[in-house]
């Protein structure tokens, strides 16, 4: 399975190894990778932007991607969702958290952290038709609101699962409940794994 946007590797790339996974992560952040490296050392780690990384076709069995996508130029995202999905192996899986409203911007304190953090993301309806133009079929997604658990949500081949995790200048009252979308007719071939998040959010 790949993690791009792994992050330390907690909670996600160590609970896939716990679960028998073979699992790589990537990040752009070299502290990132250290600290995954330190905190998951049976998964491979690569420091690299996911907009340029490569591997080659059908590589994968999954790839997740949370709360990273919504960190990515939103005019890079398509081409790296359309990446991701050759990396699949046929009927592989993808679970990503999106954005549910669009915006590009930056919050100069985020959560009073004093660090500034910077997001571009699309709105969900977006979000959708880029995955499906990617060649991938949502089979299931889900608006999780920040602040509280993380809801799972899985799109894909292939597969794929989303999440919609930004509550960023969502509006009052935004959309909460979970949506399902009409999987595109094709094969499937296995179950929807079971990929609930570790709720760090
Ligand atoms: C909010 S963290 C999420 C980490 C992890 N996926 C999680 O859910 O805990 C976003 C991560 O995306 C990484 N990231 C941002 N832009 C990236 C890029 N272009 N390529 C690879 N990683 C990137 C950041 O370094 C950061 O570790």
Redesign the pocket.
């Known amino acids: 399975m790949l993690?791009?946007?792994?992050?330390?590797g907690?909670?996600?790339v160590r609970d896939l190894v716990a679960a028998g996974h073979h699992v790589t992560g990537?990040?752009?952040?070299e502290v990132?990778i250290q600290q995954a490296q330190k905190l998951v050392p049976q998964a491979d780690f690569i420091m690299?932007?996911?907009?340029s990384?490569d591997f080659p076709g059908g590589s994968f069995d999954a790839v997740?991607?949370?709360?990273?996508l919504i960190?990515?130029p939103q005019d890079e995202q398509l081409p790296l969702l359309e990446r991701i999905a050759t990396w699949l192996r046929p009927g592989g899986w993808f679970l990503c958290?999106t954005g549910q409203h669009e915006w590009t911007g930056m919050d100069e304190n985020w959560l009073d952290s004093g660090v500034a953090m910077w997001w571009s993301h699309a709105d969900a309806d977006t979000d959708r038709a880029w995955i499906t133009r990617a060649g991938l079929t949502v089979e299931q997604e889900e608006f999780a609101p920040e602040g509280g658990r993380r809801a799972c949500a899985v799109l894909g081949t292939t597969s794929a699962v989303t999440e919609q995790a930004s509550g960023i200048r969502q509006p009052a009252g935004g959309r909460a409940n979970p949506q399902r979308v009409r999987p595109r007719p094709g094969p499937r071939t296995g179950p929807i794994p079971n990929v609930t998040?570790?709720g760090?959010t």
């Open positions: 993690d791009l946007g792994c992050g330390s907690a909670p996600v990537v990040d752009i952040s990132q690299a932007d996911a907009t990384v997740v991607s949370l709360y990273a960190h990515i958290s998040g570790g760090h």
